[in-house]
């Protein structure tokens, strides 16, 4: 079963940054398209910004210019660089492969204070 290891979550003040990774395992990485979800409280989870095999990226309205998806193949990991961060920007933090696996990690708490 395929595993999903999200971390570097923290409190911030607005305005701030903060890097978010996560680590996959017994999946074959290279292929597949990645993607950054987030899951603030009583809402939906959402798509933050996803990134391809080949590299391409795509980000949800609310955080271009300010989010930066990447990923290192070699590592099996996904990373998003979270730039001027805002308090709606306030949620668990996800990674998973775009299709989703049926499979979550444990998210990472991202807290940005006003």
């Known amino acids: 079963q395929v595993q999903l290891v999200e971390s570097g979550g923290g409190l911030v003040q607005a305005g701030g940054s903060l890097r978010l990774s996560c680590v996959a395992s017994?999946?074959?990485?290279?292929?597949?398209?990645m993607a950054w979800y987030r899951q603030a409280p009583g809402k939906q989870r959402e798509l933050v910004a996803s990134?391809?095999?080949?590299?391409?990226?795509n980000y949800a309205d609310s955080v271009k210019g300010r989010f930066t998806i990447s990923r290192d193949d070699t590592k099996k990991t996904v990373y998003l660089q979270m730039n001027s961060l805002k308090p709606e920007d306030t949620a668990v933090y996800y990674c998973?492969?775009?299709?989703?696996?049926?499979?979550w990690g444990q998210g990472t708490q991202v807290t940005v204070s006003s």
């Open positions: 017994r999946i074959i990485f290279s292929i597949n398209s």
């Open positions: 998973n492969r775009v299709p989703v696996l049926p499979a």
């Open positions: 990134i391809t095999s080949s590299g391409w990226r």
